[in-house]
């Protein structure tokens, strides 16, 4: 049975050789598919990292282009508004009897080439307001004056704290109030008094 057994143990080294020899191409195989993989997995980062990038300006370019299209429509909002002006002024008269009197006169004046709608005059009394009429709608050019008269219903002197406001509806239906020496600011809702 020597024999038998040296040939046994000749084959069992060629099958160990074998799976041996099996076994280390089956490593190197996966060694290359671990590499190519990888590769593969390096190239498809760098490509969505490429297209973050691409995202990330086109996202820019998208917010650029909002907040300009709102520029853009804001302008075109108050290009009216813009155009409305509101003036002060404190008239010094003779009044009966031949005693000096000063009234306090405000004027809102359309200078846009479109009318304006429902213009009001607040005056502005401490915490108190006084809501002044003018005519339905001013046309372009026109101009309405509003006097003062007190919370008391009286015309007399003006207190020095008192001062007015306009509010209207411009030719594209937005409300806005103006003050003598500030810029137009829209109203959230249309005033309780229109």
């Given at each position: 049975m020597p024999a038998a057994s040296a040939?046994?143990?000749?084959?069992?080294?060629?099958?160990?050789?074998g799976a041996a020899v099996v076994a280390?191409?089956?490593?190197?195989?996966?060694v290359a598919a671990y590499r190519t993989q990888s590769a593969q997995l390096r190239l498809q980062q760098e490509q969505i990292d490429a297209q973050a990038e691409v995202l990330a300006l086109q996202v820019a370019e998208l917010r650029a282009a909002i907040q300009d299209r709102k520029r853009q429509e804001w302008e075109r909002q108050r290009a009216q508004a813009v155009q409305v002006?509101?003036?002060?002024?404190?008239?010094e008269e003779v009044a009966e009897r031949g005693r000096p009197s000063r009234r306090l006169v405000a004027t809102v004046r359309n200078a846009s080439p479109l009318p304006i709608h429902d213009p009001t005059m607040?005056?502005?009394?401490?915490?108190?307001?006084?809501?002044?009429?003018?005519?339905p709608y001013?046309?372009?050019g026109a101009a309405a004056s509003?006097?003062?008269?007190?919370v008391d219903g009286e015309s007399a002197d003006?207190?020095?704290?008192?001062?007015a406001t306009a509010r209207f509806r411009d030719a594209a239906g937005s409300w806005w109030e103006i003050s003598p020496h500030g810029s137009p600011q829209p109203l959230p809702a249309p005033p309780e008094s229109a």
């Open positions: 040939l046994t143990d000749q084959l069992e080294g060629w099958g160990t050789a280390m191409a089956a490593l190197l195989a996966g002006y509101i003036v002060e002024e404190l008239r607040i005056w502005h009394e401490g915490a108190a307001e006084v809501t002044g009429i003018l005519p001013l046309a372009p509003h006097e003062y008269i007190g003006p207190p020095s704290g008192v001062s």
